[in-house]
């Protein structure tokens, strides 16, 4: 049996190397497993949250039982590492349940979920030549968000601006892997400047576990900006977290119009921004619900604006396929 080992410097050249083709293919194929995932959730049993006996590490285990993709990612967390969440993601054979090859899941975490950002993004025509793209978060999330739209958007001129909160991200590798792209950076605290970016942004990525708000309904209305405005939110994981506030969120209640999110049942019990404005399943719509021929969901913001919301808190399944696919590619 061959298996293999893929570490997180090989997951993160892969897609650095990428060509805009290869990134659509593999998004793809995250919908075709959340396809999978919305038809029958069964195939995410409940993960196991876990200490070690000394209390000093933390660690998650998710499985995913299905007839395409099967196995395990383990994460542990240790405060005193300070590497954050580390771990592997285990691929499995669904017919006989052997080994096909193991994942560094720190890269692949956040490939995964900038690609799942990205999957309600694929109608570019919604967007003129100039593109403002704002990314709240300076970690390897909003790294890979900024990386994985700008190539989607490919041939136009994209300004990007990154909202930090205690220092600068460093762009060296995104400006060396992106030369046209214009980059500029803001500070949070910066009262006057961020309502305004909020506001004239065509796309924003929220890559912060944030407990206030940045993103306010109010932005969108008092500055002019965009007819159109693509927000995803995968940042906030809990009840008391909240990227964007409660007036956004309920512009789609209102309206009717649908939330995309990955899972109805795992954003309603972790995303505070849901939480708060007493968001019901039936208005949420799960990425993998998403057809060809449904167009985005979009709802009215003032006369001029048009918004599209976006809320993702991670899947197991996300992190299987991705594996897979990445075994089976760099196997070749
Ligand atoms: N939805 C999903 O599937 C997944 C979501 N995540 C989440 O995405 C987020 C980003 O992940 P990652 O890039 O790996 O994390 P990093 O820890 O590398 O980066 C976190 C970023 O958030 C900023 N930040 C932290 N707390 C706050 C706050 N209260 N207000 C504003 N900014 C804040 C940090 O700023 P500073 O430098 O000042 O600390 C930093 O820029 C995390 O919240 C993580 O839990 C991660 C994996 C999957």
């Known amino acids: 049996m061959d298996s293999s080992i893929i570490q997180d410097s090989q997951v993160q050249q892969h897609f650095l190397n990428a060509s805009r083709e290869q990134l659509i293919a593999y998004i793809d194929q995250l919908q075709s497993a959340l396809r999978r995932y919305s038809s029958n959730p069964v195939i995410i049993p409940p993960r196991i949250v876990s200490s070690t006996p000394d209390g000093t590490s933390t660690f998650l285990i998710m499985p995913v039982v299905d007839d395409v993709y099967c196995g395990v990612k383990s994460l542990g967390f240790s405060s005193t590492s300070g590497q954050g969440f580390v771990g592997a993601v285990v691929v499995t054979d669904s017919k006989s349940g052997s080994l ?64 930090y909160r205690s220092s600068p991200m460093d762009t060296t590798s995104l400006q060396a892997h992106l030369p046209d792209l214009t980059i500029g950076q803001v500070s949070l605290s910066d009262k006057n400047a961020v309502p305004q970016l909020v506001g004239q942004s065509d796309i924003i990525f929220g890559c912060v576990p944030s407990t206030d708000p940045t993103i306010l309904q109010e932005h969108f209305q008092n500055f002019s900006g965009p007819g159109y405005t693509y927000i995803s939110l995968i940042g906030s994981y809990k009840s008391h977290m909240h990227e964007c506030d409660t007036p956004l969120v309920e512009l789609f209640k209102t309206q009717d119009t649908k939330i995309l999110v990955d899972s109805i049942e795992h954003t309603l019990l972790e995303s505070g921004e849901l939480i708060d404005a007493e968001v019901k399943p039936t208005h949420l719509l799960e990425l993998g619900q998403l057809t060809p021929n449904t167009p985005v969901p979009k709802t009215q913001c003032g006369n001029n604006r048009k918004i599209t919301l976006c809320k993702i808190v991670g899947l197991a399944i996300m992190d299987i396929s991705m594996a897979q696919a990445l075994l089976t590619d760099l196997g070749k």
Do not use: N
Not at 128 to 156: D, N, R
């Open 100 to 163: 096909v090859g193991v994942v560094q899941a720190k890269q692949l975490t956040a490939v995964r979920t900038a690609m799942s950002s990205c999957i309600g993004l694929r109608d570019l025509s919604l967007f003129g030549p100039s593109v403002k793209i704002t990314v709240f978060g300076t970690g390897l999330q909003a790294f890979w968000h900024l990386y994985i739209c700008c190539k989607l958007l490919q041939g136009k001129s994209i300004t990007a601006t990154i909202v």
